[in-house]
């Protein structure tokens, strides 16, 4: 490391969890986030802080005025630009050493396979059960691993996939990818502006200790917040020896 980053990252090497060593994991990292919207926003915003050398941002989506209550890395005066694109301005503008790739499409399985492929870790901030799930699978075939977060209301919820590990499940073993419900966004129900600030935040914390080699992260259980009484649960969570995504049968685990 330089003296400057020795200094700008002092606060992390001071840590005996991270230390020199795990800094250095961190700047050798490349992280893929998919959504630049309420969660990704400040997940990409602390990865950056934090020194994750290689971020991958994707969505399609542009900046609008009704995003600015919640999505923190936009600006009033970015309203029409690509979130992509707004999000690379503040993450360089935060630090300027961290490699942006601003991706804006809506990425189908192929080519999902090939980002999550090219990542150490990958942070799924969408905001639709459908690419979730996507994601999850992709994850699930190249193992590896995932945090996945939702917001929504006054509810947040977080967890880590991780199939590098046989004793965990994945996003599919918690909620079936054949469930059939309506779609609750923002744009209709609302979300507390800091709600997604906080499952940003600790998706971001967990992505870190992934990469750090360092903690013990959720992988194996779902947190929830319930903003109402700001009150935690964490809820232990089993593989599922049928599912459709990591299970035995599934076309992923096949033989080839």
Not at 46 to 69: C, E, I, K, P, R
Not at 147 to 152: N, Q, T
């Amino acid at each position: 490391m330089t003296d400057d980053q020795l200094l700008r990252y002092s606060r992390h090497i001071m840590l005996d969890e991270i230390g020199i060593e795990g800094q250095e994991r961190l700047l050798a990292s490349h992280a893929l986030i998919i959504g630049a919207g309420g969660l990704g926003s400040p997940a990409a915003l602390f990865l950056a802080s934090a020194g994750v050398g290689t971020l991958t941002l994707v969505d399609d989506d542009t900046v609008d005025l009704t995003n600015l209550q919640r999505q923190i890395a936009h600006t009033t005066d970015r309203i029409g630009m690509a979130k992509v694109e707004s999000a690379a301005i503040a993450l360089h503008a935060i630090n300027p050493d961290v490699r942006v790739r601003a991706l804006r499409e809506r990425v189908d399985a192929q080519r999902l396979a090939a980002l999550v492929q090219e990542a150490d870790v990958v942070l799924d901030c969408s905001d639709n059960y459908a690419t979730r799930q996507a994601v999850n699978a992709a994850c699930v075939a190249h193992r590896k691993p995932l945090v996945a977060g939702a917001a929504i209301r006054l509810d947040g919820q977080v967890t880590v996939i991780d199939p590098r590990r046989a004793d965990t499940p994945c996003y599919a073993c918690l909620f079936s990818p054949h469930a059939q419900f309506e779609e609750v966004q923002c744009s209709t129900m609302g979300v507390l502006a800091p709600m997604v600030g906080i499952v940003g935040s600790v998706q971001a914390a967990e992505a870190i200790k992934l990469l750090a080699g360092t903690g013990t992260t959720l992988a194996g259980s779902l947190l929830m917040l319930d903003g109402r009484s700001m009150e935690w649960t964490r809820m232990r969570t089993a593989r599922d020896p049928g599912c459709p995504v990591c299970g035995p049968d599934a076309a992923c685990n096949a033989p080839a």
